[in-house]
C-alpha cells in the first residue's frame, strides 16, 4: 500500500511540473535573455505589445475555445506572466484535467515579436491541448499535440480565427510582406498576415537561440521524414514552412509530417 501510495505522489509530481522542465511543451530552451517591464504606458518603445493587448488575448481566447477545452476534458487557464521578464512560455497539465498555459512577459515584449506574432505564440499553447493528431510521444505528455502539428493548428485554425473579422487587407497594406508570401497567398490577404505573423515568431526564436541560418519563405526545408516527428521540435526552417502551409490551407510538409493521418483532425 505504501508503495502505490509513494508512486502515485511521484507520478503527481512529475504531472505538475512536467511543462516547466519537459522540452516538449516548453516553447523555448532555457535561456538568459530578459525583458523588464518599462513601464505599461510606455511598453511600445521597447516592444510591439502591451499589457492590455496581452491580458486582452488571454481572455479572448480563453471565450473563442473554453467549449472546446471543455469537450476535451480540460480546465485551461491563462496565467497572467506579464512582470516575468523571462524569454519564454510553456504550459502544463496538473492531476490530468488542469491545464496551464503561461506566456511570459519577457517574450512578449521581444522586439522581434509582433503582436501578431504573439498571438501565435498563444495559439501554438492552445494547439497543444486541442490541436489534435499526432500527439506528443514523449512520457507523460500525450495528452498533448506533438509541436509541429500545434504550429499547424495555430496557422491553419486559430490565428485565422483569431483575425478573420478585422480589416485584413488595411492590415497587411502596412506589413512588409515577403515575396514570396505574395506569390504564394496571391490576393488572400489573411493568409499573408498568418505568414508574417509566423516570420516574425521565427526571427525572435532565431535570435533566442542565436541560429546561425536565419529561415526564409523561399529556402524550404526539403527533408522527406520517414517517420513523422513527435517528441521534439522540427526544425526552424520547417516550422516555417509549416506556418506557411497552414497558411495557405495546404498539407503538413515531408519535413516533420509523414502522411499517415488526416489533413485536418480536430
Known sequence: MKKILF?????????????????????????????????DNKSRLKSNSTKQDYLNMMKRFKKMYDGEFRQADKKVKFVDKWRDDKV???????????????????????????RDGLAGVFCHEIGHIIGGKPRHSGLLLTWASAEGQSDYFASLRCMREYFQHDDNESIVQRLNVDPEVERQCKDNALCKRISMASKSIIDMIVDVVEAEVVPEFDTPDMTVVEETITGVYPSLQCRLDTFLSGALEASRPSCWFKDAFPKNNF
Open 7 to 39: 508512486m502515485f505522489i511521484l507520478l503527481s509530481l512529475a504531472a505538475q511540473v512536467i511543462g516547466a522542465n519537459n522540452n516538449g511543451l516548453q516553447y523555448l530552451p532555457d535561456n538568459d535573455l530578459r525583458f523588464p517591464v518599462q513601464g
Open 88 to 114: 519564454n512560455a510553456y504550459i502544463e497539465l496538473r492531476f490530468t484535467r488542469t491545464v496551464k498555459v503561461r506566456v511570459f512577459g519577457g517574450l512578449a515584449r521581444h522586439p522581434l515579436l509582433t
